[in-house]
């Protein structure tokens, strides 16, 4: 259970990798970076940082995949799917960042910001929605 008493768990589009939240999330934002669209698929990644103390993986170890260059974010997915999971500093860091699509419960939080919105691609808008646009990443102090 988070902090609010809410469990939340999540997992791969095969089923064969499922973790659970224990502690609530930090912050959550739109990622529009290349290496984020890229490993998603999508115009940007819906992403929540929670720390590495409340990650628990249920399941799947073996399933999954990590990529992760040099200066950047680990990259984490099924190996089985294909299902982009999460990635961030796992799993050695102090944060994980899990992608809200795979997300089975209502995360308590909705995304605050977009980064790298320099990055948004040609064929796609940044939608008018009001929040804070950050042309790389936020300042240390963006929750």
Not at 20 to 37: G, I, K, T, W
Not at 43 to 53: C, E, I, K, M, T
Not at 92 to 115: A, F
Request: contains cysteine.
């Amino acid at each position: 259970m988070t902090a609010h008493g809410h469990q939340i768990r999540g997992g791969c589009l095969c089923g064969g990798v499922r973790y659970e939240l224990n502690a609530p999330f930090r912050r959550a934002n739109f990622c529009h970076c290349s290496r984020c669209r890229k490993h998603s698929g999508a115009a940007a990644l819906a992403q929540g940082r929670v720390p590495a103390s409340g990650f628990v993986l249920l399941q799947g170890r073996e399933l999954l995949v990590s990529y992760t260059e040099a200066g950047h974010m680990a990259k984490v997915f099924c190996g089985r799917c294909g299902s982009s999971l999460f990635g961030g500093t796992w799993p050695d860091g102090p944060e994980v960042s899990i992608r809200l699509g795979t997300l089975d419960d209502d995360p308590r939080i909705r995304p605050s910001y977009h980064s790298f919105a320099d990055e948004v691609p040609a064929w796609d808008t940044l939608a008018a929605d009001g929040l804070p646009r950050y042309p790389r990443r936020p300042p240390r102090d963006v929750a």
